[in-house]
């Protein structure tokens, strides 16, 4: 499956290639870079923007442009393409039909990742119409993400507002907890360090246990007590059961959209 052809290495693609690097995951000589706003300093040691000819080496091509893009970004390279090269997207809610059809008919898996990868912590929600495609994704992915396959393609949109989206929402969650913090009179640093380090390690002791969250949480929770009074508000009306329906259904329209 190599070499791996990165046709765009920003935030996502980045994030792949330190988790790979990190987990020895592939050699660096068998990924090749294509993205005109990359320093190749920071891929030393791949092949960074070689001529087209050159593209028709890659076994996998992970297409990792945005989705508002991917179209022209494709355009030049496809006529360069491996006739077996496999497509693996990363784009969010383009199909898998549109991608195929774009490179050619070649087989085509669709991954969500999140930006965790970086650190093999990643997550990796997977759709494929072949089982070499989705097993090409596996293989990218494996090293570096807990892996959910998706029978259907459409649960792609729900995973991508579960999943894709979600390190972005605990991260606001954090800063509105450190704001917060501050609000009620805590020096900013001192409210950063306490909201930063108390999620972090309730993250860990979720992982660390195997306990339910719901059990966690009635562990932090003492009848009458400060949490509970916390919790009749990020709970009750208008709190969490209200607002992630409404974000998740945000984040699937918004999907379903960039999917045209
Ligand atoms: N960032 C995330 O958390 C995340 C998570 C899951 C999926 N995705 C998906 O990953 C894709 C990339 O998102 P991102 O956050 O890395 O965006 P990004 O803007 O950081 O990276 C996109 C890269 O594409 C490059 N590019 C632009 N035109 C190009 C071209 N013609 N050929 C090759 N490269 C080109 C840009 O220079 C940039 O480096 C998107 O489709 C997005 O839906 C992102």
Redesign the pocket.
């Known amino acids: 499956m190599t070499p791996i052809l990165l ?7 980045g994030a792949l290639i330190q988790g790979w690097r990190e987990a020895g995951a592939f050699p660096v000589a068998d990924l090749i870079v ?5 320093d190749p300093a920071a891929f030393v040691g791949a092949l960074v923007n070689p001529p087209l000819e050159a593209l028709s080496a890659a076994k996998t091509v992970l297409l ?4 508002q ?1 991917w179209r ?2 494709i355009e030049d390279v496809v006529p360069h393409l491996a006739p077996d090269a496999v497509i693996v997207s ?3 809610g383009v199909r898998a039909a549109d991608i195929s059809a774009a490179f050619g008919g070649r087989a085509v898996a669709r991954v ?4 965790a990868v970086a650190i093999g912590r990643g997550t990796a929600s997977i759709f494929a119409d072949t089982p070499d495609a989705r097993s090409v994704a596996h293989a990218l992915f494996a090293p570096v993400a807990t892996m959910v396959d998706l029978d259907r393609e459409d649960l792609l949109h729900a995973a991508t507002a579960v999943s ?1 989206s979600a ?1 972005a929402y605990l991260y606001a969650f954090v800063e509105a907890l450190e704001a917060a913090g501050a609000g009620v009179g805590l020096d900013p640093a001192a409210s950063a360090k306490l909201a930063r380090a108390t999620i972090i390690g309730a993250a860990a002791l979720m992982e660390a246990g195997g306990e339910e969250p719901s059990e966690l949480r009635k562990q932090v929770t003492s009848p009458g007590g400060t949490t509970a009074a916390a919790l009749a508000v990020l709970m009750g009306e208008g709190g969490f059961g209200d607002l992630l329906p409404r974000a998740l259904d945000a984040a699937i329209a918004r999907s379903k959209a960039l999917g045209g």
Do not use: H
């Open positions: 046709l765009g290495a920003g935030r996502m693609g294509r993205d005109p706003n990359v990792a442009v945005k989705p893009i022209e970004a990363i784009a969010a969500m990742p999140t930006t894709g390190p």
